[in-house]
């Protein structure tokens, strides 16, 4: 008996041992993050790749924050693929909060058309306001530092994120995962527990283009301004409705909780992210032209040859040239909708005017102080490196709306930019030159 106690003596220390360093190492490994190798400060210009991406949403449910995803086809998931998910105290950090995978019982995986559907739940406890949330589906021995859109997503999870208990759904019921709305297509909104009346009203906003950038900050117009001009209420948590007109954007949508409304979508044309009018191919070429050649192409009789026109004189005729300049020209300003949509068409906003003319940046950091800068290597005047800084401008309208930070000196980058598109035939070397994207 005496011998049997020793052995079950120590069988209990070894029992006490393990169980004390299963504790220790998870929450080293998921919360302080101590077995984990520092992460390379990533850069995000990959995120600024004009394909597919990753799509995300969230909808509070209680003590617990629920992702929506959608992966896009060919989305690959199990063994090799794990859904990882972690958590840091900013976009420069080098280490997680903490650090996590999703088990595949719990992803409730729904494949469609475009690909695959995800959902999952995270309590809300493990997700303070301020803390950015990344997700990666990529293989697990892939890069760090590189960031796959058609893989890899990052949210950061304001107050707003944190507590909007409600998503866009579609015409049947799948959560739209964008930020804007088209004139005429049929939506709802999908709210949590009880229900709570949902309004959403429309407000005038002028879509003024972003200005060069080296304009004065002092002659930047103000942002948009709360002037409803239509507000009803949504009847019923199952009902669906649309907008009829983009004409007064954008449209925000208020969930009333707590005495607090929280930002929906907006509304565009019908088209959008794509141009489909000859209006809607002039406007973007006030990048390059003057208002008065504008006005030429807007007073044609058949505009959209006016534009075909104005392409083609760039080219000096070389029709092939003169597509390759559409297709690139257009195809950013496509791009551009589709990334930075805020209270206006992406194309307008501070970051898809860089985006439209110089191209996407080579490379992104994103700083603890929430600035982002853009990194062109090649684009100064003689070759050399220039960067470009954004400040977050958040609003109820636009939540991750950035500006540009206008300096003096970058007025003669800019025209040399521009110049680059109006005389391809001469100019199809140097900085700034009007290529695709380069591929990583």
């Keep these: 008996m005496k011998r049997i106690a020793k052995v079950s003596g120590a069988g209990s220390l070894l029992l006490m041992m393990a169980c004390s360093f299963s504790f220790i190492s998870f929450h080293a490994a998921t919360r302080l993050g101590a077995f984990a190798p520092l992460a390379p400060r990533p850069d995000f210009a990959g995120l600024y790749r004009d394909g597919p991406h990753l799509e ?22 199990g063994p090799g693929h794990p859904l990882r998910i972690a958590a840091w105290p900013n976009y420069d950090a080098k280490l997680p909060v903490w650090q996590d995978s999703v088990p595949r019982r719990q992803q409730h995986p729904r494949p469609d058309a475009d690909g695959v559907r995800l959902n999952f739940c995270v309590a809300a406890a493990r997700l303070p306001a301020g803390t950015v949330f990344s997700i990666h589906t990529g293989p697990a021995e892939g890069s760090d530092d590189y960031q796959d859109p058609a893989t890899t997503a990052w949210l950061r999870l304001t107050e707003a994120v944190l507590a909007r208990p409600f998503v866009l759904t579609d015409s049947v019921g799948q959560p739209l995962l964008r930020r804007y709305v088209q004139a005429n297509e049929i939506f709802g909104v999908d709210s949590y527990g009880l229900y709570q009346p949902v309004r959403w009203k429309r407000y005038a906003v002028n879509p003024l283009a972003a200005l060069p950038p080296m304009s004065n900050p002092a002659a930047l117009p103000a942002g948009p301004g709360c002037c409803p001009c239509s507000t009803r209420p949504k009847p019923a948590p199952a009902s669906r409705c649309a907008l009829p007109s983009p004409a007064c954007t954008p449209c925000a949508w208020g969930c009333r909780r707590h005495g607090a409304a929280h930002a929906g979508s907006h509304g565009h044309g019908p088209g959008y992210p794509a141009l489909t009018t000859a209006a809607e191919l002039i406007e973007p070429l006030r990048y390059l032209t003057t208002s008065l050649e504008r006005q030429r192409l807007t007073d044609a009789p058949d505009p959209k040859r006016a534009v075909d026109k104005f392409w083609l004189n760039i080219a000096q005729d070389n029709q092939a040239l003169a597509k390759d300049l559409i297709r690139r020209y257009y195809g950013r300003v496509t791009a551009a909708n589709r ?8 194309w307008l906003t501070d970051r898809g005017l860089l985006y439209v003319v110089l191209g996407p940046p080579p490379s992104v950091r994103r700083l603890p102080n929430g600035e982002e800068r853009w990194y062109y290597p090649d684009g100064s005047l003689g070759g050399g490196p220039v960067t470009y800084t954004f400040r977050p401008r958040p609003s109820t309208f636009a939540p991750d709306y950035y500006e540009l930070v206008r300096r003096p000196e970058y007025e003669l980058l800019w025209y040399a930019a521009v110049e680059k598109w109006r005389t391809p035939p001469t100019a199809l070397t140097g900085p700034n030159v009007p290529t695709a994207p380069h591929d990583r």
């Design 339 to 346: 990334l930075f949509a805020a209270h206006k068409a992406g």
């Design 56 to 77: 995300v949403d969230t909808r509070r449910e209680g003590d617990s924050l629920r992702f929506y995803l959608h992966l896009p086809a060919p989305a690959r998931l």
